[in-house]
């Protein structure tokens, strides 16, 4: 009796792709209000201590989210094919493509006296070169074109408060995502396999960690990075924070890739259909404990979606003019085949009709 006991409580709740039952890692959990909890682990797992929070929402990039209300031992996923852009071919003076993304960002600080979960949506934009353009190098940085945002704040005396906050940037992405000119070539192991069969391959690290992860599917070719995979313990603690009183331990920073479907085994970063970003930091610095009126480290969690919503190529002159454009904006532009945001939020951010 005690043996089946334990067997029963050890049983795993598993996230799976609805088309192949492949795990689906590093996807994002969350909770009725918004808050981000964490992410299933690298055999598709959601921790059993998040089960306790019931409703619970999955999200990842490619696939329709799922409601979890209610324990069980298999969630699966169905992948969602977004209405895209259309993709044409750039002449030869065409040299750099602007990608136009709608991005939507959780983000909750959580102490030990109040509890805060912000939500933003955002217009921003990347150049990239697709070929040799003067004075654009292959590294494209994110630029905000528009932004907004509200936050739900929870004391542990019961009290709550929701408000409208000013723009802000958008914590760490600003300084964290960034797109490379270079092609993504698919795993070797890819070439054994039919292009019509559903295929995954991973890249794993020196430690226990999977680095990369690569899948392709019908509606699209996937690549999953963990950024820590290589760092010792999975952390990595910047020793400039320090200098600041804003110490820090990054323990998650997970991006996934989802480029278009094709036929070749290279896919350019022009091809890029959305992308998300997870974030996990424990602030142990000063501030962050007084800004939180907390004793203990602060625990961070963040989880950003990008969806594309333009691809415009432009010669590499009419790039840069655009690229110095301070006053540039884009209007908010939310894809029809994005999730609702969380039901606390919607009377603070109106959606567009």
Not at 315 to 343: F, G, H, N, Q, S
């Amino acid at each position: 009796m005690i043996t089946l006991l334990a067997l029963a409580s050890s049983r795993a709740t598993v996230v799976l792709d609805a088309t192949d039952g492949q795990p689906i890692v590093a996807a994002t959990i969350m909770n009725s209000e918004g808050h981000v909890l964490g992410l299933t682990d690298a055999r598709g797992q959601i921790p059993v201590d998040y089960l306790s929070q019931l409703p619970l929402t999955i999200r990842t990039m490619g696939y329709e989210s799922a409601a979890v209300t209610a324990e069980s031992d298999t969630i699966l996923l169905a992948p969602s094919v977004y209405e895209l852009p259309d993709l044409e071919v750039s002449s030869a003076d065409r040299n750099v493509v602007r990608l136009v993304f709608f991005v939507r960002q959780y983000t909750s600080l959580t102490g030990d006296t109040k509890q805060i979960t912000q939500v933003s949506e955002s217009m921003v934009d990347f150049f990239i070169p697709i070929r040799k353009a003067k004075k654009i190098d292959g590294t494209a940085e994110l630029r905000v074109l528009f932004q907004r945002s509200a936050s739900h704040t929870v004391w542990a005396d019961g009290r709550d408060s929701l408000q409208c906050t000013a723009t802000e940037d958008l914590s760490f992405l600003n300084s964290l995502v960034t797109i490379d000119s270079a092609q993504v070539p698919e795993p070797q192991s890819f070439a054994l396999i039919s292009h019509d069969s559903i295929a995954c391959d991973t890249m794993w690290s020196k430690h226990i960690y999977p680095h990369q992860i690569f899948r392709r599917t019908p509606v699209g070719y996937f690549v999953t990075v963990d950024a820590l995979a290589k760092q010792k313990n999975h952390r990595f603690s910047p020793w400039y924070f320090k200098l600041l009183g804003l110490t820090v331990d990054i323990n998650e920073l997970m991006a996934t890739y989802v480029f278009a479907p094709t036929t070749r085994t290279l896919h350019r970063r022009d091809e890029l259909t959305s992308m998300s970003y997870s974030l996990q930091i424990d602030c142990r610095g000063k501030w962050f404990k007084r800004a939180m009126d907390s004793d203990a480290p602060v625990d961070m969690r963040s989880w950003a979606e990008f969806y594309l919503v333009d691809r415009t190529y432009l010669p590499d002159t009419e790039a840069r003019e655009l690229m110095r454009d301070k006053e540039a904006e884009y209007p908010l532009t939310i894809p029809a085949d994005v999730p609702p945001l969380a039901p606390i939020f919607q009377p603070l951010l109106p959606q567009p009709q």
